[in-house]
């Protein structure tokens, strides 16, 4: 079956810091690819999305790219800010299938001042 | 001009009560989810109907039993609630429900049951 894999938090930064934020699936078909984020007490809402190989979804700062190879969609930003702390989760929808949504366990990020 | 909006936002309740949760969508989408999310965040998939038809139907007890009048309507009902079924419960929506497609999420009930 699909399934994605997200490192573990929480990740701690201070603010302006290098993000990076690791997630690797395996899925059947071909999938889209997602990154949802979560503020607290909220929803989650649409950060980013790829749908095929080598395509780079961006928003708000934040990238990521579908890498077919290493079946990898890492998310990055170059500099976070306080109000970046979220709960961020990594995301799959597959063709070829029922299309059932698949969620990595999110990591939760905390900024600094 | 809420896109998914939830109701009740806090509920509690005794073990072996019955209740419900209503969702709506505004955005005329086709598709509509239901998604459990535990005391850890993890998110997972419970239903989803596309046009009222119930088109996902994940490993759930079936005191839980979803119901879609209308496309933009999506309600859950649990029978006979019991602890382990306290946690964050999220509708979501999809355009036609296609693996390209963005899910628009409510903002949630939380459920306790005591």
């Known amino acids: 079956g699909n399934s994605v894999t997200q490192m573990e938090g929480p990740v701690t930064l201070s603010e302006e810091a290098f993000l990076t934020i690791n997630c690797t699936y395996t899925?059947?078909?071909?999938?889209?690819l997602f990154w949802y984020v979560q503020y607290p007490g909220e929803g989650l809402q649409l950060l980013l999305k790829?749908?095929?190989?080598?395509d780079k979804g961006s928003n708000k700062g934040f990238e990521a790219t579908y890498r077919k190879e290493t079946t990898s969609f890492h998310l990055e930003k170059g500099s976070v800010q306080v109000s970046d702390s979220a709960v961020y989760f990594c995301?799959?929808?597959?063709?070829?299938?029922?299309?059932?949504?698949?969620f990595g366990r999110g990591t939760s990020l905390i900024v600094h001042p | 001009d809420t896109a998914v909006s939830q109701t009740p936002k806090y509920l509690v309740t005794q073990m072996g009560n019955d209740k419900s949760i209503k969702c709506e969508q505004n955005?005329?989408?086709?598709?509509m989810y239901w998604y459990k999310q535990d005391s850890k965040k993890f998110l997972k998939i419970m239903f989803s109907?596309?046009?009222?038809?119930?088109?996902i139907n994940e490993t759930v007890p079936n005191r839980f039993s979803p119901k879609s009048p209308d496309k933009a309507h999506l309600n859950l009902h649990i029978n006979s609630l019991e602890l382990g079924d306290s946690a964050v419960y999220f509708c979501?929506?999809?355009?036609?429900?296609?693996?390209?497609?963005?899910?628009?999420f409510g903002p949630g009930t939380r459920l306790t049951v005591l």
């Open positions: 995301a799959l929808s597959a063709s070829g299938g029922s299309y059932i949504p698949t």
């Open positions: 955005l005329g989408h086709d598709t």
């Open positions: 109907y596309n046009n009222k038809e119930l088109i």
């Open positions: 979501a929506s999809s355009q036609a429900g296609l693996p390209t497609d963005t899910q628009y």
């Open positions: 790829a749908t095929k190989a080598d």
């Open positions: 899925a059947t078909g071909y999938p889209s």
